[in-house]
């Protein structure tokens, strides 16, 4: 295989116009600032732990058919096609 580089062969790039940019209103601004500091307050005002997603995980452990068995073969062959020697 054979490449052959003319540097004349390429077409030179034109420069392109410039392109008109919208600009910003300030009321956009402000109400982007509202929403983002009513996001801010609901954030601090949400709890950290969800009481029923407690409760699930704690009827999970005393179940003893929990995780099934199934599911553990499928986690012991994947485990067992990544282990390296």
Request: aromatic share 4%.
């Amino acid at each position: 295989m054979e490449i052959e580089f003319n540097p004349g062969r390429v077409p030179k790039a034109e420069p392109s116009q410039p392109v008109a940019r919208p600009s910003a209103t300030p009321g956009a601004d402000q109400t982007s600032f509202q929403v983002s500091a009513a996001l801010q307050d609901k954030l601090k005002s949400m709890s950290t732990v969800r009481p029923e997603k407690v409760a699930q995980a704690k009827a999970l452990l005393t179940d003893a058919q929990y995780p099934p068995g199934y599911v553990l073969d499928r986690i012991a062959v994947l485990l067992a096609i990544h282990v390296k020697d």
